[in-house]
């Protein structure tokens, strides 16, 4: 179908960065009218969106939590969207989800809108 390869989580102290990326694999880019999204889960907790960036505009959205720390930028030439996390803080902490989809709205933060997901990548902050 259409993988998502999500890689670049870790363990990092508070205050510490990580990048995360996702690469889309296969023989078509179906995303190309739409979007890619990072949303991250911790235990116990429903799924949370981070961050969106439309394919072929570029623009970007975020979360309160996440804004003026996280950065999600593409890849164009790599089918890829990577997620640049600074002044991590242990809040942050959690599974972080690659998603996908083939038609841009406005519903980018509602993870039921994503058709396309990768594995999810452990993302931890100690204090």
């Known amino acids: 179908q259409v993988p998502l390869v999500e890689s670049g989580g870790g363990l990092v102290q508070a205050g510490g960065s990580l990048r995360l990326s996702c690469a889309a694999s296969?023989?078509?880019?179906?995303?190309?009218?739409?979007?890619m999204a990072w949303f991250r889960q911790a235990p116990g907790k429903e799924r949370e969106f981070v961050a969106a960036?439309?394919?072929?505009?570029?623009?970007?959205y975020y979360s309160d939590p996440v804004k003026g720390r996280f950065t999600i930028s593409r890849d164009n030439a790599k089918n890829t969207v990577s997620l640049q996390m600074n002044s991590l803080k242990p809040e942050d902490t959690a599974v972080y989800y690659c998603a996908a989809r083939g038609e841009w709205n406005a519903y980018y933060g509602d993870y039921g809108r994503y058709r396309y997901w990768g594995q999810g990548t452990q993302v931890t902050v100690s204090s």
């Open positions: 960036i439309t394919w072929r505009g570029g623009s970007s």
């Open positions: 296969g023989r078509t880019f179906p995303f190309s009218n739409g979007n």
